[in-house]
C-alpha cells in the first residue's frame, strides 16, 4: 500500500506563488511516474503536469511557463510550483503517483491519488 500526502494549497491573490508538494510512503520498489491533477466545480478532472521515473516533464498548455514540477527522489517527493497564478487555476489539486511495487517478491505496478488540496486564486 501506498500513502500520497500533499500539502501547500491555499488562499493567493491574482499574480501569486504557491508550491505544493507530495510525499509518497510504502513499499515502493521505484517510480514510473508522479503527477498533478486538478478539478474545478463541474468540471472534469484534468492533467497539470507530470514527470516520469527519467526526469521527463510534460505540461498542460494553459500552465505551461507559469507551473513547474520537480522532485526530490530521496524523499519520493513531487512538488508543483505555481507562478503567476489566475483565478481559473482555482480548483482542488490531486497528486497522482505511478508506482513499482515489491510485496512476497512479487513485482507489481499500481497508481495512487492523494486526497486532493484546495487552490484558490482570489481577490
Known amino acids: 500500500q501506498v500513502q500520497l500526502v500533499e500539502s501547500g494549497g491555499g488562499l493567493v491573490q491574482p499574480g501569486g506563488s504557491l508550491r505544493l508538494s507530495c510525499a509518497a510512503s510504502g513499499n515502493i520498489f521505484s517510480i514510473n511516474a508522479m503527477g498533478w491533477y486538478r478539478q474545478a466545480p463541474g468540471n472534469q478532472r484534468e492533467l497539470v503536469a507530470v514527470?516520469?521515473?527519467?526526469?521527463?516533464?510534460t505540461y498542460a498548455d494553459s500552465v505551461k511557463g507559469r507551473f513547474a514540477i520537480s522532485r526530490d527522489n530521496a524523499k519520493n517527493t513531487v512538488y508543483l510550483q505555481m507562478n503567476g497564478l489566475k483565478p481559473e487555476d482555482t480548483a482542488v489539486y490531486y497528486c497522482?503517483?505511478?508506482?513499482?511495487?515489491?510485496?512476497?517478491?512479487?513485482?507489481?505496478?499500481?497508481?495512487?491519488w492523494g486526497q486532493g488540496t484546495q487552490v484558490t486564486v482570489s481577490s
Open positions: 514527470i516520469t521515473g527519467g526526469g521527463s516533464t
Open positions: 497522482n503517483g505511478d508506482f513499482q511495487l515489491r510485496r512476497l517478491g512479487i513485482m507489481f505496478r499500481s497508481t495512487y
